[in-house]
């Protein structure tokens, strides 16, 4: 006997005995259609869309790993700290200098009787801590690039590549140790565009009254030790507001925004 007709039989007392159409028990095709829908096991399975959510309840799109939660939670309160110390932004002018900015690299131009003088740097790699820091202390973080100094007449440059002093360190013999911000680390003259096979001189070879002469000439021009703090300042905030704004990015690339 077929699943079917024993099933029909064990339903036949409970179910047939209280239907009746026109008089009659139900028809074989009205129990048959019952009996399949009770004896199947399949049914329907709604369908819920699947969430592209991050698991960890943050909101953000995509499949995050815990070290990109604990990521994302560190930057937030990074980028919050970082913030309280920025600065405004990028001053218009230093001393009679125009300041402009792109990227990591900042350019500083000026006009002296018939010289153009340009001053260009980059920011990148330039940040040390000031002095010895003591462990209860914060480090105070300066950033000292080398720059290059080109003055322009006409057609020819004179084009100095200079650098911060670090903290005891010793220049060429002859020179003013104590007194110098920054010193000349090489010296060219060119006309047209600057080309690899340009002979350039080592500061550190020039003779000692030449040397002097040399920073002099860049201190008539505005290029003292006094400028060359405000530089370095101007330059640490710059630094600054780029890290932040990496931080920002990093942060922004990993919630996927």
Known sequence: MSLFSRALMRFQPSVLGGLTVRGNLASSRTIARSLVGLSSNRRPQREFPTSTLCSCGCGIHGIHTRGDRELVEFLQEEILAEKKSMSPGVPSHIDDFAVKGRDAELTLTKSFHDEQITITLNVNHTVDSEGPVEASQEADLRSKPSFEVDIKVGSKVLSFTCSYVNPGEALAEGHDQ?????????LTIYEGEWEEDTYCVSGDILDGMMYDLLMNMLEERGISNE??????SLCSDYEHSLYVNLLQNVQDFVKRK
Do not use: R
Request: proline share 0%; charged share 35%; no cysteine.
């Open 178 to 186: 104590n007194e110098d911000v920054f010193g000349i680390n090489e």
């Open 227 to 232: 400028f060359a703090e405000k530089l370095s």
